[in-house]
């Protein structure tokens, strides 16, 4: 059965870090595109931190340049989210989601490429 796992959020003030992990169950992450996907309230899925094998592309949202790291451990079959000078704005829960690898360079930042979606976890980012 395929299955992920978000873990790793929590409360944090504004300047501070967060680590967001993503296990993977029933299927290698080496195979398929993986995306970070984040939803505040009354906003829509939004496209994070994409990654996509086949192109070997990595994208960040322009406010998550410079601050986010989208990262993979193959022997843990884990990805991670690290997330340094969090902001109020990042408030939102955190989702990992996988689909194929087909996936362009162009459509991976979109939320309805991907099949499988973890539960997601929840961020607060203080003041």
């Known amino acids: 059965e395929v299955q992920l796992q978000a873990s790793g959020g929590g409360l944090v003030q504004a300047g501070g870090s967060l680590r967001l992990s993503c296990a993977a169950s029933?299927?290698?992450?080496?195979?398929?595109?993986i995306g970070w996907f984040r939803q505040a309230p009354g906003k829509e899925r939004e496209g994070v931190s994409c990654?996509?094998?086949?192109?070997?592309?990595?994208y960040y949202t322009d406010s998550a340049k410079g601050r986010f790291t989208f990262s993979s451990d193959s022997a843990k079959n884990t990805v991670y989210l690290q997330m340094n000078s969090l902001k109020p704005e990042d408030t939102a829960v955190y989702y990992c989601?996988?689909?194929?690898?087909?996936?362009?360079?162009?459509?991976?930042?979109?939320?309805?490429?991907?099949?499988?979606w973890g539960q997601g976890t929840q961020v607060t980012v203080s003041s």
């Open positions: 989601a996988a689909g194929p690898p087909s996936i362009s360079a162009e459509s991976m930042r979109r939320a309805s490429r991907y099949l499988s």
């Open positions: 990654f996509t094998s086949r192109d070997e592309r990595i």
């Open positions: 029933g299927f290698t992450f080496d195979d398929y595109a």
